[in-house]
């Protein structure tokens, strides 16, 4: 565990607790800086998972879906929401998950009636999948209810934009390594 020397209040606890925004890291270690990055992203993203499954289940139940949409679908949905049809392979390599975890997830979304699979006319070999309009109407309930998060999230356009960039950045440099 990195320590938290030369920041203010001692340890990492209160160290922590203490930083309300980037410019309160002066004078903190680069190690400090590292491990704020690390915690804050772990807050993120169990915070986000916590949000987006809550928004499922409900979304789920208000559509009268003969199940519950869950988390390990989300990802799916969102690369087939944002780009129309796509291959499982196109799908498991967007968003980094294996293709028999992508293939469970479109199994589950299938037999919830979001997300529908057909051949490729032009190579008989490949399947395709799309939203269904269920599909597309879940996807825009999601959507709408998470817009409301990342508005708190990114007061301005030119500062979610920033923080796309260097999450990007990260994500690269993680794969990299």
């Known amino acids: 565990m990195a320590s938290c ?3 203010k209040g001692g ?3 209160v160290a922590a ?5 980037a410019g309160d890291l002066a004078g903190a270690s680069d190690r400090d800086v590292v491990h704020r990055i690390y915690r804050d992203a772990v807050l993120l993203a169990n915070g986000y998972k916590s949000r987006v499954t809550k928004a499922m289940r409900e979304v789920s139940h208000d ?3 003969p199940g519950e949409a869950k988390f390990a679908h989300y990802d799916v949905m969102c690369e087939l ?3 129309g049809v796509l291959t499982p392979s ?3 390599d967007a968003i980094g998950v294996t293709l028999p975890n992508v293939l469970n997830s479109i199994n589950g979304l299938v037999e919830l009636g979001l997300v529908e699979r057909s051949v490729d006319e032009r190579d008989r070999r490949r399947s395709e999948v799309r939203l269904t309009d269920l599909g597309r109407r879940f996807g825009d309930e999601i959507t709408s209810r998470h817009m409301g998060v990342a ?3 990114m007061p301005s356009r ?5 923080l796309v960039v260097l999450l990007d950045r990260c994500v690269e440099a993680i794969r990299e390594a």
Do not use: D, F, P, Q
């Open 11 to 13: 340890g990492c606890g």
């Open 90 to 92: 196109e799908i498991s």
């Open 5 to 7: 020397e030369g920041v």
């Open 63 to 65: 559509l009268g879906l």
């Open 151 to 153: 508005g708190a999230m």
């Open 81 to 83: 929401y944002c780009e």
């Open 158 to 162: 030119e500062e979610a934009e920033s």
């Open 17 to 21: 607790a203490s930083w309300g925004r």
